[in-house]
């Protein structure tokens, strides 16, 4: 089993910079690719950015240019530079590794989320 705990969540204003973390934790696993996904209000999770093993990332086209992923794998970690905020980026924010690779069967974990709100 593998546990993902997001933090950094919280309000900003628009055009303000927010700055989440995901740790990974648990005994014997390598995840493949890592992922940020959101659910605002009343909508569908949609990708915000996934950041593959070797660092490449593909962003949603919402946050090209506003978020910058990175992706530490020796500490299990990545985090999501927010810029630039705006009101439509407020969201649940979830972390996701996929393709995890340990003693359990399971290959895909979610965290429980973090919160950003986007209000002036």
């Known amino acids: 089993q593998v546990q993902l705990m997001e933090s950094g969540g919280g309000s900003v204003q628009p055009g303000g910079s927010l700055v989440l973390s995901c740790a990974a934790a648990g005994m014997s696993f390598r995840i493949g690719n890592m992922s940020w996904y959101r659910q605002p209000p009343g909508k569908r999770r949609e990708l915000v950015v996934l950041i593959t093993f070797d660092g490449a990332t593909t962003y949603g086209e919402s946050v090209k240019g506003r978020f910058t992923a990175s992706r530490v794998n020796r500490r299990n970690m990545v985090w999501l530079t927010m810029t630039n905020l705006k009101p439509e980026d407020t969201a649940v924010y979830y972390c996701?590794?996929?393709?995890?690779?340990?003693?359990?069967?399971?290959?895909?974990?979610w965290g429980r989320g973090t919160q950003v709100t986007v209000s002036s």
């Open positions: 996701n590794a996929d393709g995890v690779v340990s003693t359990s069967p399971q290959s895909t974990y």
